[in-house]
């Protein structure tokens, strides 16, 4: 559930919470309806990290300091609290816009519109000020407009958040309190005083901007920002607008005065000056362009000569000693739209890539052919389709970040990151079960197909880097700069092990580190995630290939997906995106025909593949926690039991009778089918297993005792098979095509069998009859995965990427599909092109899906290592000293 679907559930007697209105720095508001008022208001929720950091009880005891301020231009506060772990307060809401919204209209704005504009806010801080608060963070974000009129909001959050527990913390993690635009040397600086003529310096900063159209200081980093606060004098006003009147510049100049003793003392005499034509007419000294400020002393005429020779050793040292370190970077975070078409149900690798720069993102989409990549630049809203990209997975930025490389049956292909249709790089027939990819250089791609790690090369050569050793399996390639090695994970059994391949000594080695999908940035660190939600850092030496320190947490809550990797993408220049949830909180659905849906009520936890049991009553499903297992919950008893007590089970089928329960069991390379009694009262047994396939579905068919198996071989080919109950189970080919054969379900009367292949080039829904695989039917038009036959007979139902359709049949005498129609759109449901990851009921009017909580943000975080590295100098270079 979103923060905003939390606080609405827990304030519904009080606020009823409308849309959002705005995101900032330090919190989200929203338009909200008070109830016992019958009023709109204005309801801030504050970001949740900066909540934890700041402490909650003490962040509102803070802000209660301002609830009394009561001015014609001042917004109120209503009220404040917290609920759901989220702290919110409440304001008025005023019908208008801001004074930032005016000026990225406007630009300029009038000069008489200006000066009052700054008179009232002016008057505003006098109130203020003269009751003990200071503002702290005056922008035109915060400046609101009302009938044309100023009012000022959030009178004393930056307040209470300097005030409260974490305020220290939040400066040095590199979250400042204050905007670099309008911040003062003195706030720059990081003065734990800050005085009432801040908000006179952030106020001239605003009027400077009404007249001018840009602050008095601009850069493209906040450092240099800042760097230009402190050094820098601002450019004329009368030079850039003549008509701005010389008392009017010389207000503004004295508010940006560096010491705050040079500034207007109080907001009351700024206003009043604003209203003096004569204020700085005496003034002898004009002052033009902005340039570094200097300082001139006449040392001969000013300093005995005692003080002479002091004076010109201090010169030398200032110009002879060190540069002093730069500050950190600020780290930013901020919340991305998650696309409404994304699809995280990749199994077995991460499913968005990051461009190096850090501006493109990639990633899996569902659309009307099935799924293609798209490419999301962060500055844009709208993502563009790769053409050619269908049924794409484990995309991949070249180093320079020219090309995407991504998966696409048994090829891997490439398309420009700027736009273009994709072309095949080379044709690896495991591909297809392909668990990630890296680029060494611009023209050779890394895989980790099922027996090692390989690499293509343009024009189709292939060229194996290194065996998978016995009973392990290596996934998630990830190329150091420069092509040197290659980080990896290895996975034995339910759990991943990191590793690095030398590709100048073809040697391989562990690095003893416990974790997923590991990625290296430009600040020399190797990231990784974990089954625990957490991404963690560590610093690497790329000369020795090992870890030089101990791993530190970077990011919290983040999704995973049953494969086991979590869900982000990182640059390498550090920039982070990652899919924002509690390690993959989900939950289980019941939808009718007319896509009304009902939530189960089952704890909020990674589920996979539910199944109903024949007559309705149960469902199987898997739940990955710190093993994947297959659980049963009973809908009449309304609860949830484990079933299955191995390493790795999923992918749940139930026998015709409901009596027992067939799975999927996975133990290093090997997956075979186990079943177990229902009821417990049995542990489980080999159902079936084989040297040559590995097996991940089963279809049992009616009136016979035997099923169909979806296998994948050492080629990584899936193909259909069919297998006898009674012993000996041995493999019977069905359909063993070049193309690939998935999700086979029978009809109600074992006479048909539907499936999907992509012997088309996407993957379709086809029928065939069984047992003789006769005449080859298409169900689907524009694509299709996912087909289950209805208990009932008379359709078939499928997914097209973003809808559930049924198809409705005649199976009578021959086969024939009568029409086709859309019963709603599931994208908020997942999905997978190779797999069914959802179940129809057996009354064919009500289906089971799996519903992600924490899919609907993204999380883009800026400087983080840079801002960690630095630090990590710094410490450094203090133990040096000492």
């Known amino acids: 559930m979103t923060d905003a679907g939390r606080l609405s559930a827990a304030l519904a007697d009080r606020y009823r919470i409308e849309r959002e209105l705005g995101a900032g720095g330090m919190a989200t508001v929203y338009l909200a309806h008070d109830v016992r008022h019958d009023r709109k208001v204005a309801l801030k929720v504050l970001r949740p990290e900066l909540s934890a950091i700041l402490g909650a009880e003490r962040f509102l005891a803070e802000i209660k300091t301002t609830a009394n301020l009561q001015h014609p231009h001042i917004l109120s506060l209503f009220d404040s609290g917290s609920a759901e772990g989220l702290v919110y307060y409440v304001m008025p809401y005023v019908e208008g816009e801001s004074l930032r919204d005016r000026l990225s209209r406007e630009k300029q704005l009038p000069v008489e519109d200006a000066v009052r504009i ?215 975070r901020m919340t991305l739209q998650t696309p409404a078409n994304a699809a995280w149900a990749d199994q077995n690798g991460a499913t968005m890539a990051l461009s190096p720069d850090g501006t493109v993102l990639a990633y899996h989409g569902r659309d009307s052919l099935g799924g293609r990549l798209y490419l999301r630049a962060l500055d844009r809203l709208d993502p563009l389709p790769v053409s050619g990209s269908e049924a794409s997975r484990h995309p991949a930025f070249s180093p320079d970040g020219r090309w995407v490389g991504f998966v696409a049956g048994s090829k891997i292909m490439r398309a420009l990151a700027a736009g273009g249709p994709a072309e095949t790089v080379c044709e690896v027939p495991a591909a297809m079960t392909s668990s990630g990819l890296t680029w060494l250089d611009s023209s050779r791609i890394v895989l980790a197909p099922p027996d090692g790690l390989k690499v293509c090369a343009a024009g189709g050569a292939v060229q194996v880097l290194l065996a998978e050793p016995s009973g392990t399996r290596i996934v998630w390639p990830h190329a150091l700069p420069g092509g040197r090695a290659v980080l990896y994970a290895v996975q034995v059994g339910g759990t991943f092990q990191l590793g690095v391949f030398d590709l100048r000594s073809k040697q391989s080695k562990m690095l003893g580190i416990v974790g997923t999908n590991p990625s290296f940035v430009a600040a020399g660190y190797l990231v990784y995630g974990n089954l625990d939600g957490l991404i963690r850092a560590v610093p690497f030496d790329t000369a020795r290939l090992a870890p030089t320190g101990e791993p530190l947490v970077v990011a919290e809550d983040v999704t995973v ?240 990427g973003s809808a559930l359709l049924a198809a409705a049949v005649r199976t009578t005498p021959g086969f024939e599909v009568a029409g086709r129609s859309t019963l709603f759109q599931a994208t908020q449901y997942n999905a997978s092109g190779f797999d069914r990851l959802y179940d129809v009921a057996p009354d064919g009017q009500h289906f089971v899906f799996v519903r992600h909580l924490s899919l609907s943000d993204l999380v883009l975080t800026l400087n983080w290592f840079d801002n960690l590295r630095a630090r990590r100098s710094g410490s450094a270079a203090g133990g040096e000293r000492r």
């Open 561 to 800: 997906g049953s494969g086991g990797a979590a869900k982000m993408a990182l640059s390498l220049n550090g920039t982070m995106v990652a899919a924002n949830g509690e390690a993959g909180r989900a939950t289980l659905e019941v939808v009718d025909r007319h896509g009304v849906s009902e939530r189960l009520p089952v704890p909020e936890q990674p589920y996979a593949y539910p199944r109903f049991s024949p007559d309705g009553r149960r469902v199987a499903v898997a739940v990955r926690t710190r093993s994947t297992d297959i659980w049963l919950f009973d809908r009449r008893q309304q609860t949830l039991g484990r079933l299955s007590f191995d390493s790795v089970s999923t992918r749940p089928t139930w026998t015709l009778d409901g009596r027992r329960v067939v799975y999927v069991s996975q133990a290093g390379n090997q997956v075979n089918l186990r079943i177990v009694t229902a009821d417990g009262s049995a542990p489980s047994e080999l159902l079936l297993a084989d040297s040559l396939y590995q097996l991940f579905a089963v279809a049992f068919v009616p009136g016979s005792r035997s099923m169909v198996v979806r296998t994948t071989g050492g080629a990584g080919l899936r193909d259909l098979w069919r297998s006898s109950l009674d012993s000996p189970r041995t493999l019977v080919p069905l359909l063993t095509t070049p193309a690939q054969e998935v999700t086979p379900t029978l009809s109600p009367d074992g006479r048909w069998i539907a499936y999907v292949s992509d012997e088309s080039g996407r993957n379709e829904v086809y029928v065939r009859s069984f047992p003789d695989m006769g005449a080859r039917y298409q169900v689907s038009l524009t694509g299709g995965t996912e087909p289950v036959w209805s208990p009932r007979g008379g359709e078939i139902f499928y997914l097209d």
């Open 118 to 332: 700054a008179r009232e806010v002016a008057d505003a801080l006098e109130y203020a000020h003269r009751h003990g608060v200071v503002h702290r963070d005056i922008k035109p974000e915060n400046v609101l407009l009302h009938g044309g009129h100023a009012m000022v909001a959030d009178f004393g959050i930056a307040l209470a958040a300097s005030r409260s527990e974490g305020g220290m913390r939040m400066t040095e993690t590199g979250m400042s309190l204050g905007t670099p635009h309008y911040m003062s040397p003195e706030q720059a600086m990081g003065e734990r005083e800050i005085t009432p003529r801040a908000d006179i310096y952030a106020l001239g900063c605003v009027l400077y901007e009404m007249l001018t159209g840009e602050p008095p200081f601009t850069g493209p980093t906040a450092q240099a920002i800042l760097a230009r606060v402190m050094t820098e004098e601002p450019r004329s006003l009368t030079l850039q607008r003549r008509s701005i009147p010389p008392h009017v510049e010389a207000v503004v100049r004295r508010a940006l005065e560096k010491l705050p003793a040079d500034r207007f003392a109080t907001a009351a005499e700024l206003a009043a000056a604003l209203d003096n034509p004569a204020f700085g007419a005496t003034a002898t000294r004009a002052r033009g362009a902005a340039t570094p400020r200097t300082i001139a002393l006449p040392v001969r005429q000013l300093l005995p000569w005692g003080l002479l020779a002091a004076a010109l050793a201090f010169i030398a040292w200032e110009q002879l000693r060190p540069a002093p370190r730069p500050a950190p970077p600020p780290v930013y």
